[in-house]
């Protein structure tokens, strides 16, 4: 098979008005055929390479979502490409339940290897985050035979039935859809933009964590839910669809301290913040923690479909056939995620996840200055965020405007995503350049004038 030949994008190019006219016929298309989504912006995606997604119509857009924190090595990169293609003339599939795959094994090893812990792992394959965290509670309940789980309020865990349950960052995922899986408790994640207490203003990062803990320890292990009974905490390192909060840096040790008290394991879930997002390779580093569960999906693969739990290996399940699937490690996802591993490792992309990440921080914090409806502007490395006020003194949420801003930033050539009541978020590939964070600035600098 012919390779199509390369190209490039030298910078954002809108040609159309948009959307344009077969975007147009696209989403009319999709509006007949597919049930109703969560569809954000009308673009109809074309073609991309790094950076930059080319729509139907030839317009030409700066991405940063990375199809929501998928293609961290940039769009199409060509050695995961190479690897993809390689395999696709072998063999595509033989069911990894049944039989066996040594790229399986393979990419089992080098997860392992990148994921915070010394001890050794095992890995459950799945094809998407919320599969992940299914058997991420299946692999809690098959340890320690205990049936409750607590998550936090603002939580994103996924939209099947049982991390549904878990979920909880906005009412119409479950509106209608109850029961979900029984026995999940929620308790208030420490946000420390807006205190779930009620006390902003005053109160230290730190001691937010102490009061989530004691509301933990003492309004609900101690009253209605013994903590004997309670298999596991679910948790993002930092809460991604509920508004890129950042907890307070003692919040994860102090919660795995009182999880190891009472032998309650913790699933993190680092499903958005994995594979350097966060200018680390997992979220989990930056509060000193090692994880016994990690849930992982979107960028592990660069968007052939894949996820995983990785666990000690104490907690591998007891019989064979308590769990399994078809597709999962599936052997292009497998390929794609090795050479994922090694693009990142090779091109430093953790490290420039850092770097470039704190300089576009800086920059969106001077738009803050500018600008008094940013309230806040938060996130680590290349998984920023800003928050939009209606009065930094009461700090109530404005999504009117972020809405207008999250489509001015369209119109001028930039994809962001929503993410919380009121924030706007900024995930581009870890490949991004400072040049092309000075692009995204200005057309975000634009949006904001315009959407006043
Ligand atoms: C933290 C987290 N967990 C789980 C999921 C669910 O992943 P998926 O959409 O692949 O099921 C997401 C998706 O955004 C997520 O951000």
């Known amino acids: 098979m012919a390779e199509s030949k390369e190209f490039e994008y030298k910078g954002i190019s809108i040609t159309t008005e948009l959307p344009g006219p077969e975007a147009k016929r696209i989403i009319d298309l999709d509006e007949r055929y597919l049930v109703r989504s969560t569809k954000s912006l009308p673009i109809v995606a074309k073609r991309g390479r790094d950076v930059f997604i080319e729509d139907v119509d030839g317009n030409v857009f700066l991405d940063f979502s990375s199809g929501i924190s998928v293609t961290n090595v940039g769009h199409v990169h060509p050695k995961v490409k190479r690897a993809v293609m390689e395999q696709l003339d072998k063999l595509w599939h033989f069911a990894g339940t049944d039989f066996y795959y040594e790229a399986q094994v393979n990419a089992a090893k080098a997860i392992t290897e990148v994921t915070p812990g010394s001890f050794n792992k095992k890995v459950f394959f799945t094809n998407s985050g919320a599969e992940s965290n299914e058997a991420a509670i299946k692999l809690a309940k098959g340890f320690n035979g205990r049936q409750q789980f607590v998550s936090f ?44 207490f009620g006390i902003d203003g005053y109160e230290e990062p730190d001691e937010l964590t102490n009061r989530v803990l004691d509301y933990i320890e003492k309004f609900v292990f101690s009253t209605y839910l013994p903590p004997e009974d309670v298999s596991a905490f679910v948790v993002e390192p930092i809460q991604g669809e509920g508004g890129y909060i950042v907890p307070p840096m003692n919040f994860h040790k102090k919660l795995f301290k009182l999880a190891s008290e009472h032998d309650i394991l913790v699933i993190m879930d680092e499903v958005q913040t994995g594979f350097g997002r966060t200018g680390k390779f997992f979220a989990s580093e930056h509060f000193g923690v090692e994880p016994e569960m990690i849930s992982l999906a979107k960028s592990i693969a660069s968007g052939i479909p894949m996820g995983a739990v990785v666990v000690h290996e104490r907690l591998n399940f007891k019989y064979s056939g308590m769990h399994s699937n078809t ?7 497998s390929v794609a995620s090795m050479e994922t591993i090694k693009v990142m490792k090779e091109e430093r992309l953790v490290e420039n996840s850092a770097e470039v990440g704190s300089y576009f921080k800086k920059r969106l914090e001077e738009l803050k200055e500018k600008y008094s409806s940013i309230g806040d502007v938060r996130g680590i490395g290349l998984m920023l965020a800003i928050d939009f006020v209606k009065d930094r003194r009461t700090k109530e949420p404005d999504p009117s405007i972020r809405d207008r801003v999250f489509l001015n930033c369209y119109h001028n050539g930039l994809i962001s995503l929503p993410t919380g009541s009121s924030a706007l ?24 004038k315009k959407s006043l």
């Open 153 to 196: 309020i603002g939580a994103f865990h996924g939209r099947t039935q049982g991390a549904l349950s878990l979920t909880a960052s906005k009412a119409v995922h479950k509106r209608g859809f109850f029961p979900t899986m029984p026995g999940v408790e929620h308790v208030p994640y420490p946000n420390p933009y807006r205190n779930p």
């Open 327 to 333: 597709y999962g490690g599936n052997l292009l996802a």
């Open 425 to 448: 978020r900024f995930i581009p590939p870890l490949t991004v350049k400072k040049d092309q964070v000075d692009m995204a600035i200005d057309a975000i600098d634009r949006a904001i």
